[in-house]
């Protein structure tokens, strides 16, 4: 049970309701707050269950996280399940297993996620997703560090979507989640008991494909929007006040150039935008009086709506708020494959930027994807220099389809 007080720190982070340290901000005379070394006040918009947003895939990790429009196999579950229509295989299946936090020692910290799809015909397919995040073990201590119990906190989302095509070049799918966070149920934290939290959510995705002939040869554009955990909030506790699932707004390009028989490179970039309402600054944040920050009392699609609008610096901030992803993908003979990336937030929204590269494997019914993070500031990304990897099965070449 090593570095017991760093995981009791980040579980807590994540288990009671958070709130921006304003206080570590001054009010410039333009209006606008700043940091102490006089940078723009970082103001990080701040959700519950953030697991459902790790990009497990390690083909996408290769490519800066970037996913929402690139060829489908079952990962298409968290990035965009209307493209699984578009699958090569009838049937597919991927396990991915991503270390969580390697470089700072700890060794049972982990995300699981495991996927699959089935294609009924070729207008309709049906997918599935089990996604489990380990906590590791956890020493809890009292506020004057006297241990209380152990624990191995986790939380998990079990998921479906029926995906179907609605023209030659367009789809569109539904999923339907059930999300569990269980992070220190049976403590006691400011007189609160703490229990298992329980969400609903639902995921509601487009991809649209068009063939564009080039001198090169043959080419796809392929264009994908995707609409991610639009559910209800969570709570850990009898509080009435309840926490934003990490609701978000993706949307994906990706251009494939065939070659030949032999050689294709793919090029793709994802923008996204969690729908989540951006946290107040100042002493005007509970206008009510209710002791909740009022940007916290919006329902799940008002906030869905106010996020386009609501940051205290204004469209320039809003702007801020978008994440990017740059990637690559080569392909030999469909066999071997070559990836690289790059990922960007602004330094007041979280600041994770960092390259990436992988290889991937293909052999009859198998394959094999690793990814490897290079971090490229001083923020510390749980993903720092880790290797991750995932498994495919096409189980219909196996039966000889």
């Given amino acids: 049970m090593k570095n017991v007080l760093l995981q009791t720190v980040m579980i807590l982070a994540a288990a009671l309701v958070a709130i921006p340290a304003i206080g570590q901000c001054t009010l410039g005379k333009d209006g606008k707050y700043y940091n102490l070394d006089g940078t723009p006040c970082t103001n990080t ?19 800066g996280d970037a ?28 396990a991915t297993y991503t270390p969580w936090l390697r470089a700072l020692g700890l060794n049972d910290v982990y995300l699981a996620y495991l996927t699959g799809f089935y294609k009924i015909d070729e207008f309709q397919t ?14 809890f201590t009292d506020p004057n560090g006297q241990p209380l119990n152990t624990g191995r906190p986790n939380e998990f989302e079990v998921a479906a979507a029926y995906a179907r095509k609605l023209a030659d070049n367009f789809s569109a799918a539904v999923s339907a989640k059930f999300i569990y966070s269980n992070l220190a149920a049976g403590n006691i934290v400011n007189g609160e008991t703490i229990e298992p939290g329980i969400a609903g959510a639902a995921d509601f995705s487009l991809t649209y494909k068009a063939p564009i002939q080039t001198r090169q040869g043959d080419s796809e ?13 969570i709570t850990y506790t009898n509080n009435k ?8 707004f993706g949307l994906g390009a990706a251009w494939t150039l065939n070659f030949d028989d032999f050689n294709k490179i793919t090029f793709t970039t994802d923008v996204n935008k969690l729908l989540v309402p951006t946290p107040c600054q100042g002493l005007d944040c509970d206008l009510n009086g209710d002791g909740n920050p009022d940007f916290k009392d919006e329902s799940p699609i008002g906030a869905i709506l106010s996020s386009w609008g609501d940051a205290p610096e204004g469209f ?34 979280g600041n994770r930027k960092f390259f990436s590269v992988g290889l991937g494997l293909k052999y009859n019914i198998f394959g094999l994807n690793f990814s490897y993070l290079v971090p490229t500031t001083n923020q510390r990304n749980p993903l720092d220099n880790t290797l991750r990897f995932s498994l495919l099965f096409d189980f219909a070449a196996l039966a000889g389809e």
Avoid: C
Avoid at 45 to 60: G, N, Y
Avoid at 319 to 340: I, N, T
């Fill in 45 to 63: 918009v701040v959700t519950a269950v953030p697991f459902l947003r790790i990009v497990a895939d390690a083909r996408s990790g290769a490519m």
């Fill in 67 to 94: 996913g929402i429009a690139i060829s489908a196999d079952g990962n298409a579950m968290h990035f965009n399940p209307s493209k699984l229509v578009f699958a090569d295989d009838q049937i597919g299946v991927s």
């Fill in 126 to 139: 049906l997918g599935m997703g089990l996604r489990y995040f380990s906590l590791g073990s956890i020493q």
């Fill in 221 to 233: 554009l392929t264009l994908g929007l995707a609409l991610t955990n639009i559910g209800s909030k």
């Fill in 241 to 248: 006040f309840r926490d934003f699932l990490p609701a978000n």
């Fill in 316 to 349: 320039s901030e809003e702007l801020r708020e978008l994440m990017y992803s740059v990637g690559a993908e080569y392909w030999y003979s469909d066999q071997f494959a070559v990836r690289a990336g790059y990922f960007n937030e602004h330094r007041q929204k």
